[in-house]
Structures are given as structure tokens and as C-alpha cells.
């Protein structure tokens, strides 16, 4: 049995920054951007590489919080990759893959 080849994207923000919850995230991968809400998001893609790249809206700043990775997908495997949102908007958020 085939195991499909995905990534996994995580996004997230703190707790106690629950105003984020009214601002939908922009998740892009390989410059393909789509709007998701905050949450785990599974794209199935063939391997190769990929630069992941997560902000979201404030104000006037479509890509506040912007940061991304760059990962390496074989045949057959999951990558996951975490974004979390800092309190202070202007700060790239913190990514993480596994």
C-alpha cells in the first residue's frame, strides 16, 4: 500500500491573542496562495521542493506575521510544518517542520 506524499500545515496564534480568531490566514505554497481559517490543513502534492510561506491580515498589512520554509518532500512521506503567530503583529511568526 501506497502511502500518499502531503504536508500538513498548521496554523495557529496564542491563546490569549484571540482577536487573530477575526482574521483569516494566507497560507502559500510555492507562490499559490488560498485563504485559510486558523487550523490543520493537509495538501497531497508530488515530491520535490517547497517554500511554505503563512501570514495573515491587520489593518492596512495583508502579510502581517509573514515567515516561511523551505522543505524537501520524497515519495510516500508526510511533512508537517507549524506556524504560530507572535503577539506583536509585525513579527514573523515562528515555524517550525517535523
Not at 504536508?7 to 491563546?15: A, F, K, L, N
Not at 507562490?31 to 497531497?44: A, C, I, N, Q, S
Not at 508530488?46 to 517554500?51: I, K, L, N, V
Request: zero cysteines; aromatic letters at 12%; hydrophobic letters at 35%.
Amino acid at each position: 500500500m501506497k502511502v500518499a506524499t502531503s504536508i500538513e500545515v498548521t496554523v495557529t496564534h496564542p491563546p490569549l491573542a484571540f482577536i487573530y480568531r477575526f482574521f483569516t490566514p494566507t497560507i502559500e505554497i510555492n507562490g499559490k496562495k488560498e485563504r485559510r481559517p486558523w487550523g490543520v490543513h493537509l495538501y497531497t502534492l508530488p515530491p520535490g521542493d517547497y517554500e511554505i510561506a503563512v501570514s495573515y491580515p491587520w489593518v492596512a498589512n495583508v502579510e502581517s506575521g509573514k515567515n516561511s520554509v523551505r522543505i524537501r518532500l520524497e515519495e510516500g512521506q508526510l511533512r508537517k510544518v507549524k506556524y504560530t503567530a507572535r503577539y506583536l503583529r509585525y513579527i514573523p511568526g515562528k515555524m517550525t517542520t517535523s
